[in-house]
C-alpha cells in the first residue's frame, strides 16, 4: 500500500448550519492536530468554500447535477422534498456522488473523513472542535467596501428564511417586510440577504435597502461575510445565517425556540446575542412590533458597549488606537466541547 499523503473531508451536503455548528469546527481540528503533514482537500456545494478557507488547502464542489437535484438539505442529509423528517439521503444517490467525488483524489493514498449520517449528534456530544471567526476574501471585501462606499449610517443585516422545508419555522412574509420598513424609517440602512428559493423578501427594494439575493451565486457566501464584518447586528430567525453570524463575531438578534442552543452552546466565539423564544411550530405569534422594541433595545446596548470601548482608547496614552483595538478584539482559538447533559435535556424539552 502506498503512503498516505492527502485527507479528504467529505462529500458534505448537510444543511449549512450543521456545517457551521458542527462539523467544520470538527475539520478544522483534526486538520491542525492528526492530519496536520497532510495535503487537505473538502468538498461541498461550491458556494461553500470560504467556510473551509483557512484549513483547506484545495477546496472542490460537489457534481453539479447533485445541486441540479434542487433537493433539500436536512441535518447531515440531502433528501426529496417529500423525504419525512430525519430521513436520509437514498443509498443510490449516496453511492453515486461518493463515486463521483474520487475523481479529486487517489484513493490508494487519502484518508476521507466523511460527515456523519442523518440527525447525529456524534461530532457535538464526543468530539472536540476548533473554532476561529469566519473571514472573507480580498476580492469580497473589495466589493462590499465600495458597495457601502456612501453609506454613513449603521447597517443591519436581515435573513427573512423562508423554506419549503419546515415551513412551521418560518416568521410570515408580511412581518420581515413590516420590519425592514420600520428599521428604514429609524435611521439604518438594511441590507437583504438570502437566496432566491429560502428567503421570503426576494424582490423587497426601497431607499436605504440594500437587496443582495438578486447577486447570489458561487460566491454569495464569501460576500454574505464581508457584509456581516461591516454590520453592526444582523435580524435572524435560528438558521444558517445565524450561526454565520456569530462566527462572524457580528452581534445577532435571534427569533427561534431553542435560546440556549443558538445563543450559548453553539455561540462558540461568545459574539453579543439577543434571543426572542417563539413556541416551536408557532413562529408566526412574532409581531413586527415586538421585533423592532427588541432590536432597540440591542442597538442601544451595542451602541453603550461601544462608547465603553472608544472611552478606554482615549485613556490609553502610550498605545496606537488600532492596536489598542487588536488587543481587545483579538479572538483567540477556542477549543469547545459541548455539555452533553444540558444538551440532551434541551433536545428533550424540543422534542
Known amino acids: 500500500m502506498q503512503d498516505i499523503n492527502t485527507v479528504c473531508f467529505g462529500p458534505n451536503f448537510s444543511e449549512l448550519g450543521w456545517l457551521l455548528s458542527r462539523w467544520h469546527g470538527y475539520c478544522r ?24 478557507s483557512d484549513f483547506i488547502d484545495d477546496f472542490y464542489p460537489l457534481p453539479k447535477w447533485v445541486s441540479e437535484l434542487g433537493w433539500e438539505q436536512d441535518c447531515y442529509e440531502l433528501v426529496p422534498p417529500d ?6 439521503t437514498p443509498n443510490e444517490v449516496y453511492a453515486q456522488i461518493l463515486a463521483d467525488c474520487q475523481k479529486y483524489y487517489d484513493p490508494k493514498t487519502t484518508w476521507t473523513v466523511r460527515p456523519p449520517r442523518g440527525c447525529n449528534f456524534f461530532i457535538q456530544f464526543k468530539c472536540k472542535q476548533m ?5 472573507p476574501s480580498e476580492n469580497a471585501q473589495v466589493f462590499v467596501n465600495s458597495l457601502l462606499y456612501n453609506v454613513y449610517n449603521d447597517v443591519v443585516l436581515v435573513s427573512a428564511r423562508g423554506r419549503k422545508r419546515t415551513p412551521q419555522r418560518n416568521v410570515p412574509e408580511f412581518v420581515w417586510n413590516k420590519l425592514v420598513d ?3 424609517q429609524y435611521g439604518f440602512t438594511v441590507v437583504i440577504t438570502g437566496t432566491k428559493d429560502s428567503s421570503f423578501l426576494g424582490n423587497k427594494i426601497g431607499r436605504n435597502i440594500i437587496n443582495m439575493i438578486p447577486r447570489t451565486g458561487v460566491d454569495g457566501l464569501d460576500i ?10 444582523s435580524i435572524t430567525s435560528q438558521s444558517g445565517p445565524t450561526h454565520i453570524s456569530l462566527q462572524c463575531e457580528t452581534p445577532a438578534y435571534i427569533v427561534g425556540h431553542e ?3 443558538h445563543s450559548i452552546d453553539e455561540n462558540y466565539l461568545n459574539t453579543p446575542a439577543m434571543f426572542r423564544t417563539v413556541q416551536n411550530n408557532i413562529y408566526a405569534a412574532i409581531t413586527s412590533e415586538k421585533m423592532l422594541e427588541d432590536v432597540l433595545v440591542f442597538n442601544q446596548q451595542l451602541t453603550q458597549s461601544r462608547n465603553i470601548v472608544d472611552l478606554a482608547y482615549k485613556t490609553c496614552y502610550t498605545e496606537d488606537k488600532n492596536i489598542m483595538h487588536n488587543l481587545i478584539y483579538e479572538p483567540p482559538i477556542v477549543f469547545y466541547q459541548i455539555d452533553t447533559d444540558n444538551m440532551r435535556k434541551e433536545l428533550a424539552n424540543v422534542a
Open 131 to 135: 473554532w476561529k471567526p469566519l473571514e
Open 83 to 88: 423525504a419525512h423528517p430525519g430521513a436520509v
Open 224 to 233: 454574505l461575510i464581508a457584509l456581516m464584518k461591516k454590520a453592526k447586528f
Open 182 to 184: 420600520m428599521l428604514v
Open 29 to 52: 481540528l483534526r486538520r491542525f492536530t492528526e492530519f496536520k503533514n497532510l495535503r487537505s482537500i473538502a468538498v461541498d456545494f461550491d458556494w461553500r468554500y470560504p467556510i473551509y
Open 259 to 261: 435560546a440556549q442552543r
